[in-house]
């Protein structure tokens, strides 16, 4: 079983930034692929954010050029910058992992763009 815990959400004004940080249970680079997704009030699930174990990236459209996903070796992290941000960005953020046919899934983290 693998944990993935989220930090880093919070309340941000239209156009400030944030960081959120998933720490994981196992090392971070044997998973196939990690990412970051999202789910708004009475939406679906979306992709955010993903990165291969190559290190190729992925974006929605809606988030490309104000986000940018990262991992980090030395803290084991998974980690998603995010700039210019909008009240249609507001949502509960997941953090995702997969190896082979599993995916695991964070608890995830509340992030609020209101003025």
């Known amino acids: 079983q693998v944990q993935l815990v989220e930090s880093g959400g919070g309340l941000v004004q239209p156009g400030g930034s944030l960081r959120l940080v998933c720490g994981a249970s196992?090392?971070?680079?044997?998973?196939?692929?990690v990412g970051w997704y999202r789910q708004a009030p009475g939406k679906q699930r979306e992709l955010v954010a993903t990165?291969?174990?190559?290190?190729?990236?992925t974006y929605a459209e809606s988030v490309e050029g104000r986000y940018s996903i990262s991992r980090d070796i030395v803290m084991n992290t998974i980690n998603l910058q995010m700039d210019s941000l909008k009240p249609e960005d507001t949502a509960v953020y997941y953090c995702?992992?997969?190896?082979?046919?599993?995916?695991?899934w964070g608890q995830g983290t509340q992030v609020t763009v209101s003025s």
């Open positions: 196992r090392r971070i680079f044997s998973f196939d692929a």
């Open positions: 995702n992992s997969k190896l082979g046919p599993d995916s695991f």
């Open positions: 990165i291969t174990k190559g290190g190729t990236t």
